[in-house]
T-cell receptor, first 108, second 114 residues
Framework: GQNIDQPTEMTATEGAIVQINCTYQ??????LFWYQQHAGEAPTFLSY????GLEEKGRFSSFLSRSKGYSYLLLKELQMKDSASYLC?????????FGAGTQVVVTP | DAGITQSPRYKITETGRQVTLMCHQT?????MFWYRQDLGHGLRLIYY???????DKGEVPDGYVVSRSKTENFPLTLESATRSQTSVYFC?????????????FGPGTRLTVT
């Protein structure tokens, strides 16, 4: 089984940076995914890390340390449309297991 | 490009009734998944399928049945609905194993069991 932990909620100001941490314990590991989910909508893929290090995609970056069971998603230059839930998911044994999600609230 | 669709989008049913949620994808992805999403639990895997006629249980399979006679369809049936199955159900698909490839989600079905 797996245990995936991420904070429940974070608040940040428009234009700022927010870092969402995710820790996991797993018996097998193929990769770590981050998804964004706006209220009432389906999750959409943001990033994927399989090796240690930083992956950058525009305003979003994701970091992975396999030895520490740790990942973070960095959101830069926050915009109001970034207000959403961010889901950390671990892929192993052909399946994805999701954390409960972090609700990010962006304020003007 | 329709992608992945789910029907119905909203459903209200009574306890004890059988309900089938439909999922259809146009990409010919091998893998398909069913999740339920409840407050405080995040997304939990119900069943998944690696190919037509191959299905396997996820984290919370009790009370659900799936089939996959065609690659593009993956229906989920609640044999006798219970109030605890009130939830939002998402279908997803991916080209390869979940641990190695991103999943694409359908728009979801909001099910209420009264």
């Amino acid at each position: 089984g797996q245990n995936i932990d991420q904070p429940t909620e974070m608040t940040a100001t428009e234009g700022a940076i927010v870092q969402i941490n995710c820790t996991y314990q797993t018996s097998g590991f193929n990769g770590l995914f981050w998804y964004q989910q706006h209220a009432g909508e389906a999750p959409t893929f943001l990033s994927y890390n399989v090796l240690d290090g930083l992956e950058e995609k525009g305003r979003f970056s994701s970091f992975l340390s396999r030895s520490k069971g740790y990942s973070y998603l960095l959101l830069k230059e926050l915009q109001m449309k970034d207000s959403a839930s961010y889901l950390c998911a671990v892929g192993s044994w052909g399946k994805l297991q999701f954390g409960a999600g972090t609700q990010v609230v962006v304020t003007p | 490009d329709a992608g992945i669709t789910q029907s119905p989008r909203y459903k209200i049913t009574e306890t004890g009734r059988q309900v089938t949620l439909m999922c259809h994808q146009t990409w010919s992805h091998s893998y398909m998944f069913w999740y339920r999403q409840d407050l405080g639990h995040g997304l939990r895997l119900i069943y998944y399928s690696a190919a037509a006629d191959i299905t396997d249980k996820g984290e919370v399979p009790d009370g659900y049945v799936v089939s996959r006679s065609k690659t593009e369809n993956f229906p989920l049936t609640l044999e006798s609905a219970t109030r605890s199955q009130t939830s939002v159900y998402f279908c997803a698909s991916s080209e390869s194993r979940a641990g190695a490839d991103e999943q694409y989600f359908g728009p979801g079905t909001r099910l209420t069991v009264t």
